[in-house]
């Protein structure tokens, strides 16, 4: 008798397997998750308290409702993954998942790749991850085949190595759609080596920034410091989501005030979420950066506190954020149009806005900035699955619709 | 120039002329001209007080001078004299960031006696006078360039009288380079081919491209200065080494690397003895200038453990004393080792950074 392969199931049945794949590794214990957290901390250099809660964001985020809400946000139905479902007008719609997928991950953010590849095989689309960090996405698919043979041949993990390995060249050409993560090289190399007729969904490197209201600013307090900070320094701040500057509006005086709440909520988020291991040269440049705010605050003034894992620096509108591993900085304005002339001036990619309140001002801010996502300061990490990444649709790259009339 | 400036560069100039300073005299003199910068240079001394320095506190040793970020240079004048009295000033490059800021002098005297003495010394210690055929900036063209100032000093009192500048805008003149090398070898006037690393790699491709390969007179010599900061192409030391020797046919014991920057009046050299090799080789500062190396918060780390490097140059009299890079080394017996970056190191994360930002913007 044929193997079954994920054509076969139904697209609920589907996303019961990845759901209970998903809950198995939500368990800081399962062996295939241990490993992978150390084979990210070998290679990547950051603590163990940092990885478990990338991992654990990762895999509570993966649950069946999560991926039916957004299944159907885009498609109307999970159903039409299985069939033409006749509508209203009499045109059937089948929203048919594409025979090959393959997501690249060329830089390692702990499993970016892995949302991404499962909507594909939610179409029932076969996959290849290509991923740097590979034990987890291998490892993952692994139990993704426990749960069904049919993940055996749908879901393939393979190490990238910078876009050496001969067998991409025919991935590329003949895949329907290519998924990449990247710097603005990678993603063009990969983009060159796709078919004419590859869909290709390009991730960019992106920055993400805040906005502390009038009123965010009065209402600041130890908690909401510490959502804020986290935002920012998880990670080593090397996230798209990582928040890069925060603005501040508001009276005289109200910059140092938040300066002095956020420099202890950065002590305390030490604490919680220690710094891992960094290169050489990343140390250099965030030494540097620290000398260099010093000489700033001692000879133009402005705020400047140095915890000694992070630093609290009052930026300026015209210098761009410096995108360092424990850099928090805060920068005053008087309204959200200096927030729009900033990001135009520095012609900054943004993906989040962090806001105190999501609120219209909040949502229209984020539409002038280009941002693709506004969202509570301590979310910013911790976006849901059915969220649009990138501004991009879930599950929609990876079907092709048949319309039966 | 003033009177305390005065009398500091007749100290500072001495121990240029003795090749020599003693632990013990290099931090009087250094104490001596912080006091002398802190009263003249007004940001510096800003600087130094909120470190808890100033004219009542002075340091007590190295470590505690405090250095300015090399990036200060970009910030405001870091000068101890009016800006009339400038007659010098070099651009600094600024790396990664966009925009470059000045390096100025009110005399020229300490920057050339500094730059000759370490030359004599570390490039020309067998007195051969070279024909300087030169990879750098033209200062004609470039009159602000620390680099091309420099060769042209050295080229000028150096020099057989005669030496050609060979890059234009960032393009190399091959065939005037390639006549001139000829002229050269007719004469057996061995050369000095001082070039920046990623102008050598243009020659060498050049001469790879036509398969071709030179034979510099004996005596000849290379000085190699300079990394690949926001360059496209990499070569590693190593290979650099080896292929220019193969193309120019000069030993890998007369290719010598320069290590300075725009931010410094002095330069440190490839320790004589470290030439055999490639790599690792050893930087060695002249008398008056000395590094430490330090960590994230500016505390100096043993011998051989990496961190950033701090340089402290009593040459530049008329900035500041101590200046912090990023730069990064180790210190060794006898002097630095410098590291490039890490070719295999592991990318991490999805964030805009610096570089490409920069390089969006164009």
Known sequence: ??????????????????????????????????RATASIEARLGYSLPVIEYALDRLFFGITAQGLETAITAELGSVETLDGPLLHESAVGAWARGVEWAVVVSSDTTVGVALPAALFALCAKARVVVKDRSDALVAGFF??????????SHAAIALPWDGGSDPIEDELFTTADVVVAYGRDEALAAIRGRCGPETRFVPFGHRASIGRLSARGVQELDAMRADALVRDALLYDGEGCLSLHATFVTGRTGALAQVASLLAAAGERAALEFPVGTRTPERIAAIAGYRNLSRYRAATRGGA????????????????PPPFLPGALVVIPISGDDDVAAYVAAHQLPVQALGVDVVDPAAIELAARIGAVRVCLFGTMQDPPLAGHHGG?????????????? | MSDPAAALDARILAAIAAYALDDDAFLALAVDLFAYQIAN???????ARSLGFDADRLPQSLEEIPAAPAAAFKEQRLATFPPQQCVLWFQTSGTTQGTGGRHEFDSPALYEAALLASFDRMMLADGQRLRYLLLVPDPRHHPHSSLGFMMDVVAEWRGDGEHGWYVSDDALALEPFLDDVQR??????????????????????????????????????IMETGGFKGRSRIVQRDDLYREAAHRLGVPISMIVAEYGMTELSSQYYDALESRSV?????????PWLRSLVVDDQGRPVPDGIVGSIRHIDLANRGSVIAVDTEDL?????????????????ELRGCSLDAETLLRRRG
């Open chain 1, 1 to 34: 008798m044929a193997e079954e392969t994920l054509r076969d199931l139904p697209a609920r049945a589907i996303i019961g397997h990845i759901a209970e794949a998903a809950a198995r590794w939500r368990n800081a214990d399962f062996p295939p998750r241990v």
């Open chain 1, 142 to 151: 692994e139990t993704l085949a426990e749960e069904h043979p049919a993940f």
């Open chain 1, 304 to 319: 400047m506190i140095d915890t000694g894992t992070a630093v609290v620096v009052e930026g300026s509108l015209d210098a």
């Open chain 1, 392 to 405: 991009e649709p879930r599950i929609s790259p990876f079907v092709r619709w048949l319309d039966t009339q």
């Open chain 2, 41 to 47: 240079n007004r940001p510096y001394a800003a600087f």
């Open chain 2, 184 to 221: 050269a070898c007719s004469e057996d006037r061995p050369v000095c081919l001082a070039t920046t690393a990623f102008a050598l790699v243009a020659l060498l491709d050049a001469l790879a491209s036509a398969s071709s390969t030179l034979s510099l007179p004996r005596g000849s010599r």
């Open chain 2, 278 to 286: 490639t790599e690792p080789r050893v930087k060695r500062a002249p």
């Open chain 2, 329 to 345: 080394g180790a210190a060794v017996a006898g002097g630095l080792v410098l590291l490039g970056r890490e070719p295999g190191a």
